[in-house]
């Protein structure tokens, strides 16, 4: 019954972080769009999220083993809040970048702590399950989270203040749930070098974090590069705005399925078919040229198959990982996806600077392609840290 409580008391959580994390990117971009900022700027400017992530990564697991589970997510909600406030005081790009930053450190703060705790303490035979359901709850908060954009027409400060009054009437829930601590390091790594975690993690469960570095490259990418694309071939961007939520419609439909196939059948299987679906489906996107329609069909399809990517990547990982080292996996698992989303728009714009006749959408197709091969012959490669724990 506690764990029961506690899943859901972190899922409810983690829905709140990914509903201010998908207000805040339209949110953002259509107040600095108003103010006249040039879209290189602004787009620029909401890599702060991303960049915050990866500057905290390599100090959030000493604290969680010192500390435990709950100091962390109360450090990241604090962030959180305080960044949602202080957004309306000052609309100064810089100091917005600042602020975007610091909610890239409470963000991951939040999805480390829950997603740490969560990989340690549910059931192998309930974990794909589990993560799927974890992946959900993010997934609708960040596709409900832009629903309150046009709250910035009553007042602009209204949709941060909204913002700030969900995150602390769901954060202030994990006051409720007693402490706990990640397992203790195996000796020869706890005496060695921090880095020692990280190479060996990465030695043992390398391949499982294909799937959360894909799955930021193809949000970011998507999100950021497909719009632009699109309309320079003369799809309507009424239409362009229905394409990419398909997309995330396909993912979210799929997302527990998926999720409780992979505890029967394994995680390999399941990120095989995903990533040789979505690249099938993206490829027969590009064949389809500019009949919107068709793509959206096509998007939705790659979202059926592509769209659990990151909580499936999670699951492979804490079957591969000691549980010693689940806070190191589940902190590379963060630090892959922020790689992936910020070379996703890079990779996405060098393609469209190169003028050529080749479908956008191939790349997308490639990408996933290379993944299943990856995934398909990649091995896991044995360390003395998994025989000692």
Not at 210 to 216: K, M
Request: net charge neutral; charged share 10%; hydrophobic share 50%.
């Amino acid at each position: 019954m506690v764990e029961r409580h506690r899943f859901w008391v972190l899922v409810l959580i983690v829905s709140v972080a990914g509903f201010s994390q998908g207000m805040l990117l339209p949110l953002i971009s259509t107040i600095f769009e108003r103010e006249g900022i040039s879209s290189t700027l602004n787009g620029l400017n909401a890599t702060g999220l991303y960049i915050g992530t990866l500057l905290v990564s390599p100090f959030m697991e000493a604290p969680l083993r010192k500390y435990g589970y709950k100091p962390i997510i109360i450090f990241g909600g604090l962030c959180l809040l305080v960044s949602l406030l202080a957004f309306p005081l000052w609309k100064n790009v810089v100091f917005w970048f600042v602020l975007r930053m610091l909610v890239g450190i409470g963000d991951h703060s939040l999805h480390f702590a829950t997603q740490t705790w969560l990989t340690s303490t549910v059931p192998q035979h309930k974990l794909g399950r589990s993560i799927s359901i974890y992946g959900l709850s993010v997934g609708l908060g960040f596709a409900i989270g832009p629903m309150f954009v046009p709250l910035v027409d009553i007042f602009e400060g209204l949709p941060f203040i909204v913002s700030a009054g969900l995150s602390v009437l769901v954060w202030s829930s994990v006051f409720l749930l007693p402490n706990d601590f990640p397992d203790v390091l195996p000796g020869e790594v706890a005496k060695g070098h921090p880095g020692s975690q990280f190479k060996a993690t990465i030695l043992i469960s390398g391949i499982a974090f294909l799937g959360p570095f894909g799955f930021g490259f193809l949000e970011s990418s998507l999100n950021a590069m497909y719009p632009v694309y699109a309309l320079r071939n003369g799809i309507p961007l009424s239409m362009v705005s229905l394409i990419i939520p398909a997309f995330a419609l396909g993912g979210i439909l799929t997302q527990i399925p998926l999720g409780m196939l992979s505890d029967k059948i394994g995680r390999k299987p399941v990120l095989l078919v995903a990533f040789g679906g979505g690249s099938l489906s993206f490829l027969g996107a590009g064949l389809v040229g500019d009949h919107a329609v068709l793509v959206m069909v096509m998007f939705f399809m790659a979202g059926l198959f592509a769209g659990s990517v990151f909580s499936l990547g999670v699951s492979y990982m804490s079957d591969l990982t000691p549980k010693s080292l689940l806070p190191t996996g589940n902190l590379l698992c963060g630090i892959f996806f922020s790689i992936g989303s910020l070379s996703g728009p890079i990779l996405g714009g060098f393609f469209l600077e190169l003028d050529t006749e080749v479908s956008y959408l191939f790349l997308y197709a490639l990408f996933l392609g290379v993944l299943f091969l990856t995934t398909l012959f990649g091995k896991r490669r044995r360390t003395p840290v998994s025989a000692a724990d």
